[in-house]
């Protein structure tokens, strides 16, 4: 009587671990839970089993989706997902890179953050004729794996790319919508919505010509020339033109 009823206590108690687990996991006792039951069994699989690969898959699509970027004074260096153009290289333009970056952004280099949802960053480099960065290449193209870079036209990188720029951008804008955190040379801040910053770092003693429209971010000029040389800005044919 007395083993009888431990083993009655037993399987109540087992039975009462199996129903408390289905009732957590979701599957409530009734005849489609036996069924999802003898399913699992028969791949030799649990309740447990699925919720742990489940939440893995998750985890490894939000890292799969996330985005890295490393800044230097000659290039941005971007892992993950990221959709961008460039304008064509040109000595009497401004050297255009602008970045699309969602769901996840982490950044670092020159400028520190992370940031959930959506953001955009547009960044200029002047055409200068003394550069001040002797390694940059004013002709040099975006590279990464599997792009096909062409200028003006959207595109996507899904691994790796390389954004090559002229110097430190003197001209920047970001716009953010979603949650962010960071802090460096471009921005300094934690915002939750929607945020935009722009900004206009000029270099010292130089003479600059600035002409943008948001609405044609890759056909902005900035040119800038030492203040000794100030003759050689004003005698191009775009100091020259009237701007509506």
């Not at 996991?25 to 036996?34: A, T, V, Y």
């Not at 804008?173 to 722009?198: D, F």
Request: charged content about 25%; some cysteine.
């Amino acid at each position: 009587m007395v083993e009888s009823f431990g083993i009655f206590v037993v399987c109540g108690m087992r039975c009462g671990f199996s129903e408390s687990t289905d009732v957590q996991f979701g599957l409530p006792w009734n005849e489609k839970s036996g069924r999802k039951k003898r399913l699992l069994s028969r791949f030799g699989t649990t309740a447990r089993d699925v919720f742990f690969w489940r939440n893995l898959v998750l985890i490894i699509s939000a890292c799969l989706l996330s985005g890295c970027t490393w800044r230097t004074r000659q290039a941005d260096y971007l892992l993950g997902p990221v959709r961008y153009r460039f304008s064509e290289p040109s000595t009497e333009k401004a050297a255009v890179f602008q970045s699309v970056h969602f769901p996840v952004l982490i950044e670092g280099g020159s400028q520190w953050g992370v940031s959930i949802g959506g953001i955009q960053r547009l960044a200029l480099s002047s055409a200068r004729f003394d550069s001040v960065d002797p390694a940059a290449d004013v002709h040099a193209t975006p590279r990464g794996w599997l792009i096909h870079p062409q200028p003006r036209r959207w595109q996507w990188s899904w691994i790796y790319l390389r954004a090559p720029l002229r110097g430190r951008p003197e001209f920047i804008r970001r716009s953010m919508v979603g949650v962010q955190g960071g802090a460096g040379g471009e921005e300094r801040a934690i915002s939750l919505g929607y945020s935009s910053v722009t900004m206009m770092r000029p270099r010292l003693e130089a003479l600059y010509h600035f002409d943008f429209d948001s609405r044609r971010p890759l056909d902005a000029v900035l040119v800038a020339n030492p203040v000794e040389r100030t003759e050689e800005t004003q005698e191009q044919p775009f100091t020259k033109r009237k701007i509506p």
